[in-house]
């Protein structure tokens, strides 16, 4: 089984790899840069959606919670207010002390106007220290100050409200009523909420002699809920005990109404003790971010609820913002990949076609440049193949013109040097037969110059008669300018039996003499040869002092292109110095120095050698 599980693996491995090797390969190119552009693409925007999902989460129940805490603080500064305004107008000893008199008999109607001044100051004193909307006081009927109806009221009016009958028939000290219950006499009452209070006969407990009610504008309440939505479909509410709503934001009411209610009250019952984190609740079949509070002292509670589907509609925003950005990431890592893989498959193609027109036997191609990547290298490496076929076709063809001529060279062969010293002695006779010894000189110093520079055919020869070539141009050339230059030898004779490249130094003294002595406004100088050598090498410099050279005209010189038009020393130069190194290797070779009106120093570097062999 395990062999056959092998055999079928390996057989689908290579029907895979045969597959891929098929396929083209800017195909191949083009998947494996989408893949591996869209995967880690698509994680990441994945990843970051469900981070971001779950960070927005948790900042919208931060905020709700934020926005909670704050609303609860604000409703119960306002609470406060109210709670300690009634605490000093029932300990006010004025106030009580004229509330027992107005239960008397014998109240007479200077005391009840002296009284109700007395009461009126005290009442708009404390309206104002306490920030409350207005304290009233409900006191006996048939008073001067009774029907005054701005601070003070009749009693037996407020016995009828609503308020007074749930404040009479309940175990409350006092009762914090909503707009619901203020139906009295006041035509603004439903817009308020109230914090009654029905005042006892200090010494007979069993009898009132007033009520005191504080009342507040029901729509500072209302503000502080408005500014608790997080969310425009957030509803936040203030219910009492009994679930009546004390204050609320635009539509609350009609939800509260329906089957809302008891599910609401259901869910946030046991929670209500104190500020509570936000925890998600199914009402009437739809889930709702909720949270509950009491308001200390009284019997309210803060209630908020946001519907869940409105928060997740906000990362549902976020959600199409990620895919449509994945769907841009995925158009562009196409066009990258196609691009990317038709650039490289376009020069590989280019390659292609030109390797063909090799193939077919035209060398006249040249592939383009095409950078330093692998396919740059591969495009260089066949200029540089194709270069070395076309050079060993044209060696080949070379050769087979020398082949062709190899008689002819044969038969320049056959001419000896010998032929050449032979006419040169027999000018030399026949100058002396006619009596010009100048003649005979001349061609004699020349007859030495060319054996020594023939020298058997040998390349290397040694610095002596090298020197001698150099002493037989520099004699022939005084036989014709009448002796003006002056050749001088220091330290030569030690460097004699070393070996030299053979023409070598005879170029420099003729650049000396042509090129700087020759220029001068007298035309004559002298030309310094001086030796020297080391441990491993010899250095013979050549100085004259000619009419040197501009900094320009010497990088020409270097170049081999100075003069090279007329008698070629220019390339001479050039010429030995690229022997040299071709020979010696890099760090030999020529070196040349000038300086305009003073001369040249040319410096010859090579290596010790005495042998037939380097």
């Given at each position: ?37 869209t ?13 971001s ?9 931060y905020?709700?919670?934020r ?45 009840q ?9 005290k ?70 909420i ?38 425009p ?27 809302l ?8 019952k ?16 739809e ?13 309210w ?20 913002e ?29 390659l292609?076609?030109?390797?063909n ?9 040249h ?8 396919v ?18 044209e ?68 610095i ?5 070539i ?22 030569m ?17 003729e ?12 035309e ?7 030796g020297s ?41 050039k010429?030995?110095?690229?022997r ?35």
């Amino acid at each position: 089984m395990r062999m056959k599980l092998l055999s079928y693996s390996s057989n689908v491995r290579r029907a895979f790899v045969g597959f891929v090797n098929n396929v083209s390969m800017r195909k191949k190119l083009f998947a494996t840069f989408f893949i591996f552009m869209t995967i880690p693409f698509g994680a990441y925007i994945t990843y970051s959606y469900n981070q971001s999902t779950r960070a927005q989460e948790e900042q919208m129940v931060y905020s709700e919670e934020r926005a909670f805490e704050q609303a609860l603080s604000l409703i119960n500064y306002n609470v406060l207010n109210i709670n300690r305004a009634m605490e000093l107008t029932i300990m006010d000893e004025t106030i009580l002390a004229v509330l027992d008199r107005s239960v008397q008999d014998s109240y007479s109607t200077i005391d009840q106007i002296r009284d109700f001044l007395k009461l009126k100051d005290k009442v708009i004193s404390l309206e104002k220290s306490q920030d409350v909307s207005r304290i009233r006081i409900y006191i006996k009927n048939g008073l001067l100050f009774s029907s005054e109806n701005q601070s003070f009221y009749d009693m037996e009016k407020a016995q009828k409200s609503v308020w007074y009958q749930k404040l009479h028939y309940s175990s409350l000290v006092s009762l914090w009523c909503p707009p619901s219950y203020m139906t009295d006499e006041d035509g603004k009452s439903d817009s308020l909420i109230a914090n009654v209070r029905i005042l006892k006969n200090p010494t007979n407990y069993r009898e009132d002699i007033g009520i005191l009610r504080i009342d507040m504008e029901e729509q500072r309440i209302g503000k502080i809920l408005a500014d608790a939505k997080v969310i425009p479909s957030s509803q936040v509410a203030i219910v009492n005990s009994a679930g009546d709503i004390v204050s609320s934001t635009d539509g609350f009411e009609a939800l509260y109404a329906g089957a809302l209610k008891k599910d609401l009250l259901e869910s946030v019952k046991g929670k209500e003790r104190e500020v509570s984190h936000a925890w998600k609740g199914a009402l009437n079949g739809e889930t709702y971010l909720l949270q509950s509070s009491s308001i200390p002292g009284n019997d309210w509670t803060l209630l908020s609820m946001s519907p869940y589907r409105d928060i997740i509609t906000i990362m549902d925003k976020l959600r199409n913002e990620m895919i449509m950005l994945l769907i841009g990431c995925v158009v562009l890592a196409y066009l990258i990949s196609n691009f990317i893989s038709y650039s490289i498959t376009k020069r590989i193609l280019k390659l292609m076609k030109q390797m063909n027109r090799v193939k077919s036997g035209d060398l006249q191609v040249h592939a383009m440049e095409f950078g330093k990547d692998e396919v740059g290298v591969l495009s260089n490496t066949f200029n540089y193949m194709v270069l070395q076929m076309k050079s060993y076709i044209e060696e080949k063809e070379r050769l087979g013109k020398e082949i062709k001529n190899s008689e002819f060279r044969a038969l320049q062969a056959q001419i000896n040097p010998h032929f050449l010293y032979n006419t040169l002695e027999l000018i030399h006779w026949k100058a002396m037969e006619h009596q010009a010894p100048s003649v005979s000189a001349i061609v004699q110093t020349l007859a030495k110059f060319y054996k020594l520079s023939l020298s058997r055919g040998d390349e290397m020869i040694p610095i002596f008669d090298e020197m001698e070539i150099a002493r037989s141009y520099v004699r022939i050339q005084n036989m014709r300018f009448k002796n003006s230059i002056q050749l001088v030898e220091e330290n030569m004779e030690e460097l004699y039996e070393y070996k030299i490249p053979k023409i070598i130094l005879q170029p420099l003294v003729e650049n000396a003499i042509l090129h700087g002595i020759r220029r001068k406004k007298e035309e004559q100088g002298m030309i310094l040869v001086r030796g020297s050598m080391d441990n491993c090498c010899i250095c013979i410099e050549v100085i004259d002092d000619g009419v040197g050279f501009t900094p320009e005209r010497l990088a020409e010189v270097k170049s081999g292109q100075y003069e090279s038009h007329r008698n070629g020393s220019g390339y001479g130069l050039k010429n030995i110095d690229s022997r040299l190194r071709l020979q010696y290797g890099e760090q030999f070779g020529l070196e040349i120095q000038s300086v305009l009106h003073e001369g040249t120093h040319c410096y010859v570097r090579i290596p010790l050698f005495k042998g037939k062999e380097l």
